[in-house]
């Protein structure tokens, strides 16, 4: 937790919550970086990392694992998203799911070219819906298919992205899912501990009915002081607090909300880089 | 005017007579003495006085005692100059560079004073001290040029000042040198001016040396000239930093002009005082902002606090340091007979302790000092404060000699041969007679001075010996004093709340503007808050680091027609971050003195930090700062000159228009009817109630004052130039500009405030209003009546009087108008002039003001 507008806080609402063990120093959250580094986005990779840091709670490892991931496809997506290379790439699946129809080509592909699987079946699903009607396949209609594999004309197709996606933890329609059921989640929990404090506030929805134009996911009525910070507005945010998505937060939410709310505080209920910059 | 002085030196008149003469409410203008065939007008006599003692006391102002040099410029004010036609004045003025900074320097144009057959006159040279750095502070770009035109008007201040590219001119000066006195000075080297003025007057009036000195000095050795000005002025401190100071030469017009050059680098202390700075606008460096005596009316008091903690100060180190730069500068001798003694520069000089005993003349100075008080009371000088500082500076004076006996002599030898070239404040002894008898006289007003002040003056060595009655005064007075300098407030940036009833997508023609809205507040922010952390960062200039973000909004906000949004957004965070009394001072919070001494120790630190704001004059600039916009003004001030957008600027000026008229009809209950008895008793605190509308009254007339000042600064902003037109140009302009509506029509609101006798409210936001003028709009029909109102009422705001409006309500309008008079681009002529008595008829009733003291 950490409130904007000055100096870095530990979590404010309640001692007693869970997040308040989770502030990494720097050089722990390295630690913990470079162990995320060698792994690759499946299920399993959880598990090692648990069983090195038990102290940990899962989702926090998984978050910074998550991020850490993410910053690291960033790098290399480039990599894979040239012309040239989705053709060899689509090429290959194609020879191989006609070799194997019911083998998980797809999947099998991404871990050896060091991409996503759900990046992976994207890439795949689009050369293929372009190859169906020569022209390119609307976004929508893309995720659409993403989403419900069944859409997608090709059996042997709809059965690889599938496996794709049910075996990345970090990218594709089923992490999203569980990111907003997991955000939701804990701006409910926001919701109840405000409530259970008696503290009167108005959330983002009635903040959107009132027309306004940015939206934090609480404005508290009257501010509150949370160690020695004076709070008007939460945001909460279910992820790790780390210095690339704290800065980008900062430039599209925060900010903004500090401009028209005055000073804030920011919930990482996965921990946060304690000496994270927080004006 | 000289002729009627002479009598009265020689007694031939009586005083008392001309007192009263002084006394009586302006209808009685003229004065006449049959038996001497004398007729006076007091618009003359008034300045030539002024001049007079400022002359007068040039040499021994002028030395300063330790350290820094003293200050030669002050002596400037060579009294002798004559007139010059304002034309001539101007031309000459331009030539001489320097002269903008004088700007006030003159007060007494010189057109005003006749020449008397004397042909002394001295104009006033106000000095100016203009010190660059003030002029940074100017925010119309125009502004700072605009004070060297000023200069131009004023010339003959101007000509004190120092610029130094002028020294040229020396064609004039040998004109000049004709004259008498000024011949000694000259070959000093004094010649810097001087010469302008000259010619046409006809070789006579000698142009003070002074001024020349101030130049010279400059030119010579930069550094040691600012530090010469300095000192004597005020005492200000040595310290090296900076030179500038010297602005001290508060002293009224003429007297220093000190030249600060624009060279100081960074000195931060930019004062001015009087003056306008002619630095240039563009200069970011200028940090800081004078601020407080322009900023809020009430200011000028803590201004003249803090100078004097400075003089004090000064004077401390300089006693240890002994050691005087040579003040080869002296100032010009304004008389002939001085000449030499100005020219040693006597490195060594020890100061002379001032001893009653020595005092000589003292029937003269008595008769000076009831003349002065007089003008003083009736608000006959432009400036009470400006004055008040004269009168400390001469307290404070140090003889630079051992020769006193020399002098002495040599004074005696001449004094006879005409009474007005006696030198009556040439030893310290007469000087701090003077100043102390001065000072007996204002009680009043001293007493209404802060502790801090009163404190230092009751400790005052000179003070006691010179009248320990005054020092029991004083003593007594400090348990009574109320007034603090203002705290400087720490303004934290807090930004503007959305408001759904005024912000959100209703508000809006199309989703669009009300997108580009949402981006536009973020930039708004961005930009404020790289300005806090940047700008005084050495070398950071605001239209380089921002100047495109902010017309690339403008652009976007005009494609969507969001200017009144945004003026609504400006003018909130404006308002939130510059309303305090006196806004984000440059040195940061530092403590006042008492509260330092209760942090003991651990305020060594901090200890060190004060010393260093005592040393050097940080935010505060002379007695007569120009306009500035201190703190976060200057970010807005600054905004709006990049942004330079005309659809937002008029929306700013409909919306403030608005604000200001609305503010200026909130309702003020007036303390109870016995206000007079009570504030003679300093204005107790008076019950809750009364507490609660004394603040929310300051509340709202810091607020009108912030809008007003923006008003003008928006308002006058298409007109401003770097110069002073010439006179061809301004009668076109005039033409053509009195045929559009002004923004406000400050006549009216004026008339109306005067009639509801709601002034205390009106005059101080409609002066900062009038102090953003551009050099053309004094003269517009609707600016130049208003100006004369504002005369008229000054000029019954007698402070002892015991009228309806209570004194400090008084102290504060005397204090802003007397501001306002001062500052460069109004034209010194309006002061010493008759003409408004029949422009602006203020009805007898009219200058009683219900209202509460304000800041105090």
Redesign the interface.
């Known amino acids: 937790m950490e409130a904007i507008g000055d100096g870095t806080s530990t979590a404010g609402i309640k001692s007693k919550d869970p997040f308040l063990m989770m502030r990494l120093s720097r050089a722990e959250y390295k630690e913990r970086v470079r162990w995320t580094e060698k792994l690759r986005p499946t299920r399993r990779c959880v598990k090692i990392l648990k069983d090195r840091f038990p102290s940990h709670s899962q989702s926090t490892l998984l978050s910074i694992y998550s991020l850490e991931y993410q910053k690291w496809i960033k790098r290399t997506f480039s990599r894979h998203h040239v012309p040239h290379v989705i053709e060899s790439y689509y090429q290959r699946y194609l020879s191989e799911a006609k070799a194997q129809p019911t083998a998980p080509v797809l999947l099998e592909l991404a871990n050896e070219v060091d991409l996503s699987p759900a990046l992976m079946a994207r890439i795949i699903l689009d050369r293929f819906l372009q190859g169906q009607d020569g022209g390119m396949p609307s976004k929508s209609v893309l995720n659409s298919m993403l989403k419900e594999p069944s859409l997608i004309p090709d059996q042997i197709l709809a059965s690889n992205v599938y496996q794709c996606t049910i075996n990345d933890c970090c990218y594709g329609p089923l992490v999203d899912c569980i990111k907003h059921a997991i955000g939701h989640e804990h701006e409910v929990l926001l919701w109840e501990k405000l409530k259970e404090k008696n503290l009167s506030f108005l959330d983002e929805n009635h903040l959107r009915t009132m027309g306004y134009d940015k939206t934090p996911d609480i404005i508290l009525e009257v501010p509150v002081a949370v160690e020695g910070h004076i709070v008007h507005w939460i945001e909460s945010k279910a992820s790790f607090g780390d210095d690339q998505s704290h800065q980008t937060y900062l430039n599209e939410q925060f900010w903004s909300y500090w401009n028209r709310f005055g000073p804030g505080l920011v919930i990482y209920w996965y921990g946060f880089i304690g000496d994270l910059d927080c004006q | 005017m000289a002729a009627l002085l002479e009598s009265l030196l020689s007694q031939k008149v009586d005083i008392i007579k001309v007192v009263d003469w002084l006394k009586s409410a302006g209808d009685e203008d003229k004065l006449s003495i049959s038996e001497l065939g004398l007729t006076v007008h007091k618009e003359e006599f008034v300045p030539f006085l002024l001049n007079f003692l400022r002359e007068q006391s040039s040499q021994a102002l002028t030395h300063g005692p330790a350290t820094p040099a003293k200050t030669p410029s002050r002596p400037r004010p060579a009294a002798q100059t004559q007139v010059f036609s304002e034309k001539r004045g101007c031309k000459s003025a331009s030539g001489g560079s320097g002269t903008r900074a004088a700007s006030r320097v003159q007060l007494f144009s010189p057109s005003f004073v006749s020449p008397g057959p004397e042909g002394s006159h001295c104009l006033s040279g106000v000095t100016a001290f203009s010190s660059p750095s003030s002029s940074t502070t100017w925010s119309p770009a125009s502004r700072p040029s605009g004070s060297e035109r000023r200069g131009g008007q004023r010339i003959m201040l101007g000509d004190y000042m120092v610029s130094p590219p002028d020294f040229q001119h020396s064609p004039s000066f040998q004109s000049q040198k004709s004259r008498k006195k000024s011949g000694g000075n000259m070959s000093l080297g004094g010649r810097g001016r001087g010469g302008h003025y000259i010619d046409e007057t006809g070789g006579r009036r000698s142009v003070r040396g002074g001024e020349g000195y101030g130049r010279i000095i400059e030119q010579v050795s930069p550094p040691s000239v600012g530090q010469l000005n300095f000192n004597n002025l005020e005492e200000f401190p040595p310290v090296g930093s900076s030179p500038i100071s010297p602005a001290a030469s508060k002293p009224t017009r003429r007297i220093n002009p000190t030249p600060v050059s624009a060279e100081r680098p960074r000195s931060k202390p930019k004062t001015c005082f009087t003056s306008t700075p002619f630095s240039k606008p563009s200069s970011p460096l200028s940090g800081v902002v004078p601020l407080e005596g322009s900023m809020t009316g009430g200011n000028s008091l803590s201004l003249q606090e803090e100078r004097e903690l400075l003089k004090k100060e000064k004077t401390k180190r300089a006693q240890q340091v002994g050691s005087p730069q040579p003040s080869s500068l002296e100032p010009c001798t304004p008389t002939k007979t001085v000449l030499k003694t100005g020219s040693n520069v006597t490195p060594e000089q020890q100061t002379t302790c001032p001893e009653p005993s020595k005092v000589t003349f003292s029937l003269e100075l008595d008769l000076l000092v009831e003349l002065y008080s007089t003008c003083i009371s009736e608000n006959l000088v432009p400036n009470i404060f400006l004055e008040l500082f004269f009168v400390m500076q001469l307290l404070t004076s140090r003889s630079p000699h051992t020769h006193d006996d020399e002098q002495e002599s040599l004074c005696a030898a001449h004094s006879h041969s005409d009474i007005l070239e006696r030198c009556y404040l040439r030893l310290v002894h007469n000087c701090v007679y003077f100043a102390v008898k001065v000072l007996e006289n204002q009680f009043q007003l001293v007493a209404h001075l802060d502790k801090c002040t009163l404190r230092l003056l009751g400790e005052n060595e000179r003070v006691a010996s010179f009248s320990p009655h005054l020092r029991d005064l004083l003593t007594q007075a400090q348990d009574k004093s109320t007034a603090k300098l203002s705290p400087s407030v720490s303004t934290f940036i807090?930004?503007v709340?959305?408001q759904?009833d005024t912000?959100?997508?209703?508000n809006f023609s199309s989703d669009k503007a009300?997108?580009i809205?949402?981006k536009q507040?973020?930039i708004?922010?961005?930009v404020l808050r790289e300005w806090e952390d940047f700008h005084k960062e050495p070398g950071w200039n605001f239209d380089t680091a921002l100047g495109n973000r902010i017309r690339g909004m403008m652009s976007q906000m005009t494609s969507a027609g969001n200017h009144s949004h945004f003026a609504r957004l400006f003018l909130k965070q404006l308002i939130q971050m510059c309303k305090g009394p006196r806004v984000n001072s440059t040195s940061g919070d530092a403590p006042d003195a008492d509260l330092l001494g209760m942090l003991g120790a651990e305020g060594l630190g901090r200890l060190k930090r004060l010393e260093e704001r005592l040393i050097q004059p940080h935010g505060v600039v002379g007695p007569c700062s120009p306009p500035s916009f201190p703190g976060y003004q200057e970010f807005f001030r600054d905004f709006l000159q990049a942004a330079s957008c005309c659809q937002l600027n008029q929306h700013l000026q409909d919306s403030l228009c608005q604000q200001l008229l609305q503010l200026d009809e909130v309702s003020i209950l007036s303390p109870p009817a016995s206000i007079c008895e009570r504030d003679k008793e300093e204005e107790e605190d008076g019950d809750m109630e009364q507490q609660d509308e004394k603040q929310r009254f300051s509340s709202v007339l810091l607020l009108a004052r912030l809008l007003a000042k923006f008003l003008g600064f928006i308002s006058f902003l298409p007109y401003q130039t770097s110069e002073k037109p010439s006179r061809e140009i301004q009668d076109t302009a005039i033409a053509l500009r009195s045929k559009s509506v002004p923004v406000l029509d400050v006549c009216a609101v004026l008339r109306n405030s005067i009639r509801r006798r709601r002034t205390i409210l009106t005059v101080p936001w409609l002066v900062e209003f009038l102090s953003m003028l551009d050099f053309i709009g004094p003269r517009l029909l609707c600016y130049r009546t208003t100006l004369g109102t504002l005369l008229l009422l000054y000029r019954r705001l007698v402070l002892d009087r015991c009228e309806e409006m209570c004194y400090l309500n008084k102290l504060l309008m005397v204090s802003v108008l007397g501001w306002l008079f001062q500052i460069p681009v109004i034209p010194e002529d309006i002061f010493f002039t008759s003409e408004f008595t029949e422009v602006a008829k203020v009805e007898e009733s009219d200058i009683n003001v219900a209202g509460l003291v304000s800041d105090k």
Not at chain 2, 503 to 506: A, E, G, I, P, T
Request: net charge neutral.
């Open positions: 807090h930004s709340p959305f759904p912000d959100n997508r209703s009300f997108h809205f949402k507040r973020d708004f922010y961005e």
